[in-house]
């Protein structure tokens, strides 16, 4: 969104009046929620626009930008015009389109012309990647480890929890939530992936090491960064945290999945972990000890409904915080 309104009105020279550009659109989104009374129930607005209620926090804090098809949704249903959304100046009535007309005519022509050639190309290198794919999976299916190992990636693992509709974690300093700097904390990898399940209804429950109190500081930075994106009715009712009464051993991450979302959406990563998926939809794993590896372990079954006997009666020995 920025690049493109901005390339088209702003001169070479004109950076620094881009950036207060850029700062003027969160602002004037935000007094635009303020004015229609918006402020305490966005929901209308999140349903104009098919976005969650953190992405619409996110582009009032300029986190990120929105795509042009959520700006025209945006200046269609606040009634103001794109100019005046995005820079805070109303378009001018007398304002000429004609060479703006002109150029995507221009542009649509220049297109069309190579779309033959495009599509040529495109389909010869469909069927050079599918030669190479077909290649690799068979050196995969031959490996006596393939698949079997049992190792789920960071990135698998958070595309596993977008389908997420109950998590148990016991979490030995809450690391992929909150990051702590210098300046203060910030939202870790997994925090939007929390907060977004959140906002659809999901449960959480964190369990965190006790006795250590230094940990209730962790806490309180992750329930004000998730509150950031979905309000703090949502993480009251929805996200616990207590710390365990003795020191956990390791970490555990106990998900109940939306099997029938995960096996239409993201079939090869539902194949992966079928063979420890049960039947109630539950998943385990156990969180890497240490720092050089990027895997978590799962569990079979049977050691994913003993740790979540386990996690239970953890949970009700621990402390609320």
Same mark, same amino acid.
């Given at each position: ?6 390339? $088209? $009105? ?43 209620? +953190? ?17 025209? $949704? ?66 995969? $299916? ?78 309180? +930075? ?10 703090? &009715? ?40 079928? &063979?420890?998926?049960?039947? &109630? ?14 895997? &978590? ?25």
């Amino acid at each position: 969104m920025g690049g493109s309104l901005q390339g $088209a $009105a702003d001169t070479p020279a004109s950076n620094s009046e881009g950036s207060r550009r850029e700062v003027k659109f969160g602002q004037m989104l935000e007094s635009l929620i303020e004015r229609g009374g918006y402020n305490r129930n966005r929901k209308k607005i999140l349903s104009a626009l098919d976005i969650s209620a +953190a992405a619409l926090s996110q582009y009032v804090r300029e986190q990120t930008r929105p795509s042009f098809g959520k700006l025209l $949704a945006l200046a269609d249903f606040f009634d103001v015009s794109l100019d005046y959304l995005v820079y805070g100046t109303p378009t001018s009535s007398l304002t000429d389109y004609g060479p703006f007309y002109r150029y995507v005519d221009h542009a649509l022509a220049d297109v069309q012309a190579r779309g033959s050639r495009h599509s040529a190309v495109v389909a010869r290198i469909g069927r050079v990647l599918a030669d190479r794919i077909n290649e690799v999976a068979a050196e995969l $299916a031959a490996a006596p480890t393939a698949t079997r190992e049992g190792l789920l990636q960071d990135d698998e693992m958070l595309r596993l929890e977008r389908y997420c509709r109950r998590a148990d974690i016991l979490s030995m300093d809450l690391e992929f939530d909150v990051i702590h700097r210098e300046q203060g904390t910030a939202a870790g990898r997994f925090l939007p992936v929390v907060a977004a399940n959140l906002e659809r209804g999901a449960e959480y429950r964190f369990l965190v090491p006790g006795p250590d109190r230094t940990m209730e500081t962790t806490v309180e +930075a992750c329930r004000g960064l998730l509150a950031d994106q979905v309000g703090g &009715d949502r993480v009251r009712q929805s996200c616990s945290f207590r710390r365990t009464a003795s020191p956990p051993l390791v970490g555990v991450v106990l998900l109940k999945l939306d099997r029938v979302g995960l096996r239409a959406e993201e079939p090869a990563l539902y194949w992966q972990i079928s &063979d420890y998926l049960g039947e &109630d939809g539950w998943l385990g794993c156990i969180i890497r000890p240490n720092n050089d590896s990027n895997s &978590d372990m799962l569990m079979d079954p049977p050691h994913a409904r003993r740790a979540r006997s386990s996690f239970e009666a953890l949970w009700s020995t621990g402390v609320p915080i």
